[in-house]
């Protein structure tokens, strides 16, 4: 079943046009009369039908039936990952990030990273891509480049703050909370002042992810998988 995307899904609303991006899509996926489709909105709520008219930019689905919150984890994560050097490789954590039920994803200005800017616009792009693959209802939000040191009232939002540390303890799923956010240094690690700042609130868990020296992205989809498990 091929998942869509629609910004205006409505909650019995069955005829939808759709704009040249997304018209492309449909077009490559060969959609024909009589296939089963998802829609989402990226707000939460998503629609499961069948077509029954596809021509040129329209759609029209029968025996719809409305969801909320499909594919959707019942509890909050967001993860903070230091900009990373190389594109591809913060892409693909962005995706797998996705994949994995994360609802925020913050580029984290460190001390130790090589850039300081990101194309917000492609990864946009990518998570919407990613969405679609992996049949959530909820798109990330995807925050603009932050300063590590200037996140203190938003880490205050959250229930349990994770931090990826070599001296950290081995996760317990009971350290998972309502809202959590996941910290992951660049490949130089978080500077010393950044963990200090990072280990002085209380919320603060750090976490061991094994004796081997992990990349950034390798260990952000780590601590994602870790704490998205439902058992």
């Not at 409305?66 to 594109?87: A, H, M, P, V, W």
């Not at 590590?148 to 350290?175: M, V």
Request: charged content about 25%; some cysteine; proline content about 3%.
């Amino acid at each position: 079943m091929h998942c869509l995307f629609h910004p205006k899904l409505k909650k019995g609303v069955q005829d939808y046009f759709f704009d040249i991006d997304e018209l492309k899509h449909l077009k490559a996926l060969r959609l024909r009369v009589g296939e089963k489709v998802m829609i989402t909105n990226g707000r939460g709520l998503t629609l499961l039908g069948y077509i029954s008219y596809f021509q040129k930019n329209q759609l029209i689905i029968r025996d719809a039936e409305f969801f909320e919150n499909t594919g959707e984890l019942d509890f909050k994560i967001s993860i903070g990952l230091s900009i990373l050097e190389n594109r591809e490789r913060m892409e693909f954590a962005l995706e797998k990030c996705i994949e994995l039920g994360a609802k925020e994803f913050i580029p984290l200005i460190t001390e130790n990273c090589q850039k300081s800017t990101i194309n917000h616009e492609r990864l946009q792009t990518k998570s919407l891509a990613a969405l679609k693959q992996c049949q959530r209802s909820e798109l990330i939000k995807i925050y603009s480049p932050t300063d590590i040191l200037s996140l203190e009232k938003k880490i205050n939002d959250f229930d349990s703050i994770f931090l990826a540390d070599i001296n950290g303890e081995t996760y317990n799923k009971n350290y998972r909370k309502g809202t959590n956010l996941i910290l992951v240094g660049p490949e130089g690690g978080f500077s010393k002042a950044e963990v200090n700042f990072i280990k002085k609130n209380p919320k603060t868990i750090p976490i061991n992810l094994g004796n081997r020296r992990l990349r950034a992205e390798t260990a952000a989809i780590a601590m994602m998988t870790l704490l998205s498990l439902e058992c």
